[in-house]
């Protein structure tokens, strides 16, 4: 109990005096966990450039360093990347091929606690130590601070398309922004290649966005996919209750039509029914998150911990869905079984790759705590 205690405190301490000012070379993270599935980025530079709505977009100079600050609680499960595409290590489509990213040497540092990482394999950046912790429990989390400092060099504004990086999270797919390079005096850099296109963020409608939810509203009442059939009992007559209704529907219908009839795959059947399953549960975490007060959050653990489940609901589930539409979606099932591309050459396709890498984070967070 004494350690629950001082954990609690420690953990509220660290909250508290994690603080980010906001300026040109210091850009405070957050995430909108509602804008979207995943939730998108919010960047906040203070008064040197407005930076408004999801995932935005922010101009850098040649020359410049600057610092991602991600000490927010909300970055739990985003470790920000970048590369010289939009979504970086998640490829084009779900299950294609790595994009290129910024991991030169004197590029981009990783800091934990204002300190370059040491772990035997932080590499040119510090990335494989950084990213790992964003898997460890929320509450232990929060107990550190994360930064990720770019610098812009004459090799990366050459590289980059059109003058323009991207940033992404390195967990979650489809949640890229632009960083726009302009010249050391601010003018606007000139470059020999086109600019890459970007997808634009989700916007949700009057219904999802009072639920706090994504993809709900063709389900909700008079919605053109509504449900005769309700899914708990009541009349139904809250907000509350509507939207739980709605996303009840939407997961009922979804399991069945995206489902592949009579499949002798069992892993793929498992996996089409898991993913609304998945996404209903997300949105349910994020219905409550929403809708409930502190105070009834705080009925069930004082110490925050039912809060904690809530976030890993959404993070931890979503992680799992995306890692379920890469092998869906790749190169073709079965030669992502075998290990191989499907263009006839021996190597690791981007969603087999997934798999590879989320059980070496599980592995060196397992060594890792077991240190401690």
Request: glycine share 10%; net charge negative.
């Amino acid at each position: 109990m004494m350690f629950q205690i001082a954990f609690s405190v420690s953990m509220l301490f660290a909250a508290a005096t994690a603080t980010c000012t906001p300026n040109e070379l210091n850009i405070c993270m957050s995430l909108d966990l509602h804008a979207s599935e995943t939730g998108y980025y919010n960047l906040n530079r203070g008064d040197y450039e407005e930076t408004v709505g999801s995932s935005p977009a922010i101009t850098v100079k040649i020359g410049q360093t600057i610092t991602f600050d991600q000490t927010d609680a909300s970055n739990w499960y985003h470790p920000v990347g970048f590369a010289y595409a939009p979504d970086g290590a998640h490829g084009d489509t779900w299950g294609g091929a790595e994009n290129p990213e910024v991991e030169g040497l004197g590029e981009l540092v990783y800091k934990i606690d204002g300190q370059e990482t040491t772990c035997a394999d932080k590499g040119d950046t510090g990335l494989d130590c950084f990213e790992p912790e964003f898997f460890y429990p929320r509450s232990e989390w929060l107990n550190k601070e994360y930064v990720a400092e770019l610098t812009i060099t004459e090799e990366v504004a050459q590289t980059a398309k059109g003058g323009v990086l991207y940033y992404f999270c390195h967990i979650h797919s489809k949640m890229s922004g632009k960083i726009i390079i302009k010249n050391a005096d601010g003018s606007d850099y000139s470059s020999d290649s086109d600019e890459l296109p970007l997808y634009e963020p989700i916007t949700n409608d009057g219904h999802d966005t009072n639920c706090g939810t994504t993809g709900a509203s063709p389900y909700a009442d008079g919605g053109s996919r509504e449900c005769n059939t309700k899914f708990f009992g009541g009349d139904h007559d809250t907000t509350y209750e509507k939207c739980l209704q709605s996303i009840d529907c939407k997961m009922n219908y979804e399991m069945f039509s995206e489902t592949e009839s009579d499949s002798d795959d069992k892993v793929v059947t498992f996996m089409q029914q898991m993913i609304p399953h998945h996404e209903n549960a997300v949105n349910m975490a994020k219905l409550l998150l929403k809708h409930a007060t502190p105070e009834e959050l705080a009925t069930v653990d004082e110490e925050g911990g039912f809060e904690d489940i809530l976030h890993d609901i959404i993070n931890v589930q979503n992680y799992q869905i995306h890692q379920f539409r890469n092998y869906l979606n790749g190169d073709g099932i079965d030669a992502l079984r075998e290990g191989e591309s499907g263009d006839g050459e021996n190597k690791t396709s981007s969603a087999a790759g997934m798999w590879a890498h989320g059980l070496t984070v599980i592995m060196f967070i397992a060594g890792t705590l077991a240190l401690v």
